[in-house]
């Protein structure tokens, strides 16, 4: 389709040399994607859901593993024992006033503190600016302190959300002119180095 934003695929090394790639999620991920969100701990799913989730329904399942560029679901792979990993998912769905880009994102539990989570925070940006968006958003558990210290070292403000007590909102504003590589170079040359 003419001037449809390119799917993002790439390889990445995190600061300590680990090297991961980023694609979309496909129909005969479903399992694998399944698999990761169960072998989150009980809390983080809680985190990443806002509530008790033990797995993904069928229909989210289905729904997940089949987007468009309007809504989509990344998973991040490593290679273990020769064996490919999912460590980390991101998922997004633009909204269809074309500015506000919902986010949200997980990182397994072994690869927190790695630049993971800055990584796909950096794609979805790229990710948005691709799809003409301004501004990303996404609803956080207020107990979730180490979203909110990623967040923010990212550049997005926290603020609170008055419908829901218990969550903040990360908001960034990605209008202005971006600083460092342009999305479009890093979309042809691969996934940034995460920093």
Known sequence: MAGAPPRL?????????????????CPWDAARLQDYVRS???????????????????????????????????IVE???????VVIGEARYAAASDGV?????????????GRGLGMLLLEFLECRARSLGMRTLIGDVLHSN????????KAGFAVTGVPADARL???????????V???????????????A
């Not at 695929?9 to 999620?25: E, K």
């Not at 799913?45 to 468009?68: I, M, N, Q, T």
């Not at 490593?78 to 490919?84: P, Q």
């Not at 460092?180 to 995460?194: K, Y």
């Open 100 to 112: 506000n880009f919902e986010i949200a994102l997980s990182v397994a539990e072994g690869w927190r």
């Open 180 to 194: 460092g590589m342009p999305c479009a170079q890093l979309i042809r040359s691969g996934l940034p180095a995460a």
């Open 78 to 84: 490593t290679k273990l024992a020769g064996t490919r």
């Open 40 to 74: 989150l701990a009980p809390s983080s799913r809680y985190a990443r859901f806002l509530g008790p989730v033990s797995e993904l329904s069928p229909a989210e399942l289905d729904r997940v593993s089949h987007g468009d560029d309007g809504q989509a679901t990344f």
């Open 9 to 25: 695929n790439g390889i990445a090394r995190l600061p300590d040399g680990a090297r991961v790639s980023l694609r979309p999620v």
């Open 168 to 178: 903040v909102r990360i908001v960034k504003d990605i209008s202005t002119a971006q």
């Open 145 to 152: 302190a180490a979203m909110r210290t990623l967040a923010r």
